[in-house]
């Protein structure tokens, strides 16, 4: 079975940066589609960005295109370089993993999620 960890997570001040690491464990062999998501307070959980299996094909929200950058560091390590931040960028940051290569940016097509890591951008 798979298991994902974020870590990073912390506060920052706007305009500022942070790195957010998440790291798979299990079976290698499904590690196919990683993706970054968010929830913030009183909203639903939304899309932020993916990378594939290779690390070539990447995705982004609207939200945090220029800003962000997602980084598939091996097979099983995923990073989000976060620039630039803004107070609205403050949420819960969950890691997830999609093994059937989607491309997809609907949460309930991933089926591996982490426990998530507080980001908090001060204004």
């Known amino acids: 079975q798979v298991k994902l960890r974020e870590s990073g997570g912390g506060l920052a001040q706007a305009g500022g940066s942070l790195r957010l690491e998440c790291v798979a464990s299990g079976d290698t062999r499904i590690f196919y589609d990683m993706a970054w998501f968010r929830r913030a307070p009183g909203k639903e959980r939304e899309f932020v960005a993916a990378?594939?299996?290779?690390?070539?094909?990447r995705l982004y929200a609207d939200s945090v295109k220029g800003r962000f950058t997602v980084s598939r560091v091996n097979q099983n390590t995923l990073w989000l370089q976060m620039d630039n931040q803004r107070h609205e960028d403050t949420a819960v940051y969950y890691c997830?993993?999609?093994?059937?290569?989607?491309?997809?940016?609907?949460?309930?097509?991933?089926?591996?999620w982490g426990q998530g890591t507080q980001v908090t951008v001060s204004s």
């Open positions: 990378n594939n299996w290779s690390g070539q094909s």
């Open positions: 997830a993993l999609d093994p059937e290569e989607e491309h997809t940016q609907i949460a309930s097509d991933y089926p591996y």
